[in-house]
């Protein structure tokens, strides 16, 4: 699964592209916090079963942001972001709830799931497939899949959960410790910490870095001058 740091990645190469000349350490920091929002739900695993990718990661949450920006900002000269923080406020809460979704939740949806519309609908969906044109077959498309479920195969909160910072697991290739075969041996366990599990994601890290770092260097640039 993508780890925070694949998120925030993401997060800052969209922030770069739609913060323009606003793009500063300060609004990094806003987009970044945002966009871990969504993974701070594994700390509700222990007292909640199935809240990782559920509590934090249900649609609904931009939603309601989403529609709580756009009621303040209809009150125009009296809106409470506008008015304490100008028309940089603005942007800023727009692009931080654009990353949240775009960089936050958006990439699990597709690597594994999410329980889309928890706690109203109680499911784990993924958007992941192919498409293509074939010139044997035509136009091929496998995001969609129109059979009927199966009952007892719909992942809810009561029978899935994601594995966890928080879950100590067997070694995966690692056998038994201890001399001998008489089985006194004990199984070593581990914690995962992902940072980045395939080849694309691990490149998303240094090249936000690059695009972050060039940012702030030519905003610095333009302060000082």
Do not use: K
């Not at 770069?16 to 871990?36: I, K, P, W």
């Not at 109680?122 to 077959?137: H, I, K």
């Not at 008489?182 to 690059?210: C, D, H, I, N, Y």
């Amino acid at each position: 699964m993508p780890s925070t740091l694949v998120h925030v990645s993401l997060a800052l190469l969209i922030a770069a592209g739609l913060l323009g000349s606003e793009f500063d350490g300060r609004s990094v920091a806003v987009v970044a916090a945002a966009t871990a929002l969504p993974d701070l739900d594994v700390a509700l695993e222990p007292i909640l079963s199935g809240a990782h990718r559920s509590v934090g990661h249900t649609v609904l949450l931009p939603a309601i942001l989403l529609v709580a920006l756009a009621a303040d900002l209809r009150r125009g000269p009296d809106s409470v972001l506008r008015r304490r923080y100008g028309d940089r406020g603005v942007l800023l809460a727009s692009t931080a709830v654009v990353c949240l979704f775009g960089a936050g939740i958006v990439p699990d949806l597709v690597v594994g799931g999410i329980n889309v519309f928890y706690p109203i609908h109680d499911a784990f969906y993924t958007v992941d497939g192919r498409l293509f044109y074939s010139t044997d077959r035509g136009w091929v498309q496998t995001f969609v899949d129109l059979s009927p479920d199966e009952p007892d195969a719909r992942r809810t909160t009561s029978n899935f959960d994601f594995r966890t910072v928080l879950d100590a697991e067997p070694t995966l290739g690692v056998e038994q410790s201890g001399s001998g075969g008489g089985g006194g041996g004990s199984q070593r366990t581990e914690r995962l910490f992902p940072v980045a599990m395939t080849g694309f994601r691990a490149w998303l890290l240094p090249l936000a870095a690059f695009v972050a770092g060039t940012r702030l260097w030519r905003a610095r640039r333009a302060t000082d001058g």
